[in-house]
């Protein structure tokens, strides 16, 4: 009797050896998966090793620390804005103050020219009257954007607000007291504009024989 026998080609011989590998678990998962799934059961044995009250406290701490930022960065944000808002306010209120300044070049032009044809030209005069008006009209400007003179005859010297460009002998001032305005000063709401330049009294020979 003759027995027949299958012989397998080699090819189909290692087709079922890759089909064997690629069923073997081992060869399935990487190493890296290995080291993931080991890092993440020793993360869940630690959690499971710590005590509840102690994990509950530690989220208690983080989250107390992520509110304390919040707070701190809430508060830098609000100081921010007050401090934009009051740069903003500043600097439109104080817009025009360089225009201004200019402009009191004109106010003190037609104070010297009122004062110097005062003596010469009757009050009724076009050109005295023009001129007034002229002046009356650009102080009305200034007073429209809070700008006002400075006080300085019969005041204390504060050098603040004055420029002392002279000292006179005067016996019926006490020392130190502005006797003559050279030009006067200016403010734009509360901040100097201008400083008045002044004369400040200083004691006379006939004061100072007497104090002696």
């Given at each position: 009797?003759?027995?027949?026998?299958?012989?397998?080609?080699?090819?189909?011989?290692?087709?079922?050896?890759?089909?064997e590998d690629?069923?073997?678990?081992?060869?399935?998962?990487?190493?890296?998966?290995?080291?993931?799934?080991?890092?993440?059961?020793?993360?869940?044995?630690?959690?499971?090793?710590?005590?509840?009250?102690?994990?509950?406290?530690?989220?208690?701490?983080?989250a107390?620390?992520?509110?304390?930022?919040?707070?701190?960065?809430?508060?830098d944000?609000?100081?921010?804005?007050?401090?934009?808002?009051?740069?903003?306010?500043?600097?439109?209120?104080?817009?025009?103050?360089k225009?201004?300044?200019?402009?009191?070049?004109?106010?003190?032009?037609?104070?010297?020219?009122?004062?110097?044809?005062?003596?010469?030209?009757?009050?009724?005069?076009?050109?005295?009257?023009?001129?007034?008006?002229?002046?009356?009209?650009?102080?009305?400007?200034?007073?429209?954007?809070?700008?006002?003179?400075?006080?300085?005859?019969?005041?204390?010297?504060?050098?603040?607000?004055?420029?002392?460009?002279?000292?006179?002998?005067?016996?019926?001032?006490?020392?130190?007291?502005?006797?003559?305005?050279?030009?006067?000063?200016?403010?734009?709401?509360?901040?100097?504009?201008?400083?008045?330049?002044?004369a400040?009294?200083k004691?006379?020979?006939?004061?100072?024989?007497?104090?002696?």
């Amino acid at each position: 009797m003759t027995k027949r026998i299958h012989i397998q080609d080699e090819s189909d011989v290692e087709q079922a050896e890759v089909k064997e590998d690629s069923v073997n678990p081992e060869s399935a998962n990487p190493e890296g998966e290995q080291e993931t799934l080991q890092s993440e059961s020793t993360h869940e044995d630690a959690l499971a090793d710590t005590p509840l009250a102690e994990q509950l406290e530690q989220a208690e701490q983080k989250a107390n620390e992520s509110y304390d930022k919040f707070l701190r960065v809430s508060a830098d944000f609000d100081n921010y804005k007050k401090r934009t808002a009051r740069e903003m306010q500043e600097l439109v209120k104080y817009a025009n103050e360089k225009l201004i300044k200019e402009l009191l070049t004109v106010v003190d032009n037609l104070e010297r020219a009122i004062d110097s044809a005062s003596g010469r030209y009757d009050e009724s005069d076009p050109l005295i009257q023009g001129m007034h008006l002229t002046l009356n009209e650009t102080i009305k400007i200034l007073k429209r954007h809070q700008v006002k003179p400075v006080t300085s005859l019969g005041e204390p010297f504060d050098p603040s607000y004055h420029q002392a460009m002279m000292q006179e002998e005067v016996e019926d001032q006490p020392p130190n007291t502005v006797v003559k305005e050279l030009q006067k000063g200016y403010l734009i709401h509360d901040r100097l504009l201008r400083p008045a330049l002044v004369a400040v009294s200083k004691a006379g020979n006939a004061v100072k024989q007497n104090e002696d």
